[in-house]
Structures are given as structure tokens and as C-alpha cells.
């Protein structure tokens, strides 16, 4: 279970960092600004925390929602450390809204990765 939680933050901080240097590109190397790219950051980082709560779930074959819901906690719990102890900030109540609609995401991407991972070891 731990193993598969691992996997899913695992994959959630590679995808940041891959999708972190490509926008760092595209802003270097095009007239884009960080404000007409914002709304696409924030789909891409939804869509890592699925593929992370994804990951765990089809990796821990049961209770999807609760290794999805422990992977989200456990990013927004190193992204609170990182910031609180780094930058000496806490979160606003946007950055609250924001990880909390993380949470949900990973959820239904630990609920979908079971059912995926079940019904694939059922056919073979």
C-alpha cells in the first residue's frame, strides 16, 4: 500500500518537473506571458495528480479512493513544507481550493486506476 502511494507522488513530481521545463520553454522562447499560460498550468497539474492517484490505485488493486486521497495528501503535504519552511508562507485560501480540488482529482484517479488494474488481472 505504501509502495503503491510512493509510486503515485512519485509520478506526480516527475510530470511537474517535465511539464515545469517545457512552460519554462515556451515562456523563453515565445512572446508568451505566465498570466496567458496560467489556466493550462493548472489542467496540467490536475492532470498530474490524477495520473499520480491513477498510478496508486492501479498499483494497490483495492480501495482506490483512499490511496488516491493518500498520495493527494501526501503532495499537498510536501508542497505546504516546501513553501511554509522555504519561503516562510502558508497557503492562502486559494492555494486551500486548489489542493483540495487536488485531492478530489487523485481520488477519482486512484478509484478509476483499481478498477483499470481489476478488470485487466479478470481477463487474463
Known amino acids: 500500500m505504501i509502495r503503491a502511494i510512493l509510486h503515485g507522488v512519485i509520478t506526480i513530481f516527475i510530470s511537474a ?7 519554462a520553454l515556451l515562456l523563453k522562447l515565445t512572446s508568451y506571458d505566465e498570466t496567458s499560460l496560467q489556466w493550462v498550468m493548472h489542467g496540467v497539474a490536475f492532470l498530474s495528480l490524477f495520473f499520480g492517484g491513477f498510478i496508486a490505485g492501479g498499483k494497490g488493486k483495492e480501495r482506490g479512493w483512499m490511496l488516491g486521497g493518500a498520495t ?9 513544507l516546501f513553501q511554509f519552511l522555504g519561503m516562510d508562507q502558508t497557503f492562502s485560501i ?22 483499470v488494474a481489476t478488470s485487466r488481472s479478470r481477463s487474463a
Open 17 to 23: 518537473i517535465i511539464c515545469s521545463f517545457i512552460f
Open 72 to 80: 493527494g495528501v501526501i503532495f499537498t503535504t510536501i508542497i505546504f
Open 94 to 115: 486559494e492555494q486551500w481550493g486548489y489542493h483540495v480540488g487536488f485531492l478530489i482529482t487523485a481520488m477519482i484517479g486512484g478509484i478509476i486506476g483499481v478498477n
